[in-house]
């Protein structure tokens, strides 16, 4: 009997220490905003609730010992409007990996690295969604299948390489390296990718700087679209800017694209004005117009207009 309860006190001790070990946070975001819409999904005007990449995730570690981890992660995407799920499924990152000392590596579904070390950076008030998303920057497309490399920080700096596996379809070999810099009020950062398949490609730089309540970014760009209907090669910027008072913060952002260089009249340019109030660290209400002219290759799938929205929402982390 008692060598029984011995064995049961040992068994509870080591549970209660693998438990510790581990964890798994549920996350997410609620983000819908009421719009006036004006040539973006259909020709003409309309009034819309639009779903801005809200999402549900599911994000765990367990302390493998000697400063190795296993981490995974699986984040849903779905439209808070209509309560529909997006496809695919686990539309957001979906990996799993080990990380320590030497950095970390993941495998899985992975969002661009290239894009968060530049774009993603630059696009301050609705974290780059909805229909004031930046409609310029040029993506390749493939983040599925992936193996990611991000080394560790050494001085501020850090490097991900990435490699997607094609497996049967030539168009989905995408390579990318991204670099990030950051050190005390200044950030820096490149974006490289290249599809080996048709051959497309892209980089990026970027800079943002903290000056007190501003903060001031921009990126520049170049593509080569070499693939299915080799438009050629365009440069593409944007600078934005915000202003943080009490509560409050005020934004503003441009961006232009040249002439892709193969197609006629294609240059864009876009702009947006936004305003987010801090209910609290979590909850945010905001507005913001922006507008987008086109050329003869129209970004919003209409040639030659303008499409604008006016909107006003709420967007709320858990």
């Known amino acids: 009997m008692k060598k029984t309860l011995i064995v049961a006190a040992v068994s509870a001790v080591a549970a209660t220490s693998a438990l510790a070990q581990s964890s798994v946070t549920v996350y997410g975001r609620v983000n819908v905003t009421a719009e006036s819409q004006k040539n973006i999904s259909v020709v003409g005007s309309q009034k819309v609730l639009q779903n801005n990449a809200s999402r549900l995730g599911f994000r765990g570690t367990e302390d493998l010992g000697g400063g190795l981890k296993a981490e995974f992660l699986l984040e849903h995407r779905f439209n808070v409007d209509t309560g529909t799920a997006a496809t695919p499924f686990w539309a957001g990152d979906s990996y799993v990996g080990l990380s320590g000392g030497f950095g970390s590596v993941k495998l ?6 290239a894009y968060y070390a530049t774009a993603d950076y630059i696009s301050y008030h609705n974290h780059d969604t909805g229909t004031s998303e930046d409609k310029l920057y040029t993506y390749l497309g493939q983040n599925a299948n992936s193996i990611a490399y991000t080394t560790p920080s050494i001085g501020g700096l850090t490097a991900e390489l990435s490699i997607s596996a094609g497996e049967g379809v030539s168009t989905n070999k995408v390579t990318g390296l991204a ?3 950051n050190v005390g009020a200044l950030g820096l950062g490149f974006g ?3 599809n080996s398949g048709d051959k497309d490609s892209q980089f990026a730089i970027r800079a943002n700087y903290e000056m007190g309540p501003v903060l001031l970014g921009g990126y520049f760009q170049r593509s080569d679209d070499k693939g299915a209907g080799a438009q050629g090669k365009r440069d593409a910027y944007r600078v934005s800017a915000m202003y943080t008072m009490g509560a409050s913060e005020f934004h503003a952002n441009y961006g232009s694209a040249d002439d892709w260089s193969r197609v006629r009249n294609s240059d864009a340019s876009q702009f947006t ?6 209910l609290s660290k979590r909850t945010k209400v905001y507005g913001f117009y922006t507008t987008v002219d086109n050329g003869a290759v129209s970004y919003f799938g209409f040639a030659n207009r303008k499409a604008t929205s006016i909107a006003a929402g709420v967007r709320h982390n858990f």
């Open 192 to 194: 490289y990718e290249k």
């Open 108 to 113: 899985g579904r992975l969002t661009s690295a």
């Open 273 to 278: 004005l936004g305003y987010n109030y801090n």
């Open 179 to 181: 670099l990030n810099y």
